[in-house]
């Protein structure tokens, strides 16, 4: 009996946490991979890290405590920042805005770390926007009817043709305007699907040149001198 004990006590309570722990760790090794040989130079930089992955855990626990995540669930989104081209000397700070980006969505760190990213690839951004775009989805959930996971999904179809229309210096004036137009038209009644799916629409409609023609015979100029996009609003 005793024998039988002992062995439930190892299943139901130490092997679930040695399993999370070797689970943990191995992520911390894929990011550690990812990350090459610049990771060391840094590190090396640092009198506190005695190793890539010392640092690599030691942010992970902080930050999991921090916002009462799990450490395994903090490096599986630290390993997507890192997928995205995150360096390690962006990373705790990256990380962090995921993590503050999933407890105001309510929400988990992988849709938060997908939604942010996305967003930052589709309209070539750096990774020092990434504050501004975490505030633009939310201002967008706050003011129309789409939940974060819902806006997370959907927005991955309209970025690419707006981000098109947007150019080198008007990227976050687009993206701004496309949450804006999301949180609009979901707030008419609209779904997030349906909303996603006619904006993304009216962008690729608006690079059309018999649309820009006819749009102009009318008085409606849609593109300046220099042939930039004027945007849904002006």
């Not at 004990?5 to 911390?28: A, G, H």
């Amino acid at each position: 009996f005793m024998q039988f004990m002992n062995y439930w006590m190892y299943t139901k309570t130490l092997q679930p946490i040695l399993e999370t722990y070797v689970e943990f760790m191995r992520e911390i090794h894929n990011i550690w991979t990812l990350l090459g040989k610049d990771a060391e130079n840094y590190v090396e930089t640092i009198e506190s890290a005695r190793s890539v992955t010392d640092l690599l855990v030691k942010t992970a626990v902080d930050l999991g405590l921090t916002f009462g995540k799990t450490f395994l669930d903090v490096a599986r989104g630290m390993y997507d920042l890192v997928s995205a081209g995150v360096r390690l000397q962006e990373l705790p700070q990256a990380t962090e805005l995921a993590l503050k980006a999933a407890r105001a969505g309510v929400t988990d760190v992988a849709t938060a770390v997908k939604a942010g990213i996305t967003a930052l690839r589709a309209f070539s951004l750096s990774m020092s926007e990434l504050n501004k775009v975490y505030d633009y989805q939310f201002e967008a959930i706050k003011l129309g009817i789409i939940r974060y996971n819902e806006l997370a999904e959907v927005m991955g179809r309209v970025y690419p043709s707006a981000a098109t229309l947007a150019g080198p210096t008007k990227a976050l004036e687009r993206l701004k305007e496309a949450l804006a137009s999301i949180a609009f038209i979901t707030r008419m009644g609209l779904s997030p699907e349906m909303a996603a799916f006619g904006l993304a629409r009216l962008y690729e409609q608006l690079q059309r040149i018999p649309i820009i023609r006819s749009l102009k015979e009318i008085g409606v100029e849609i593109y300046n001198v220099r042939g930039q996009f004027r945007g849904l609003t002006k």
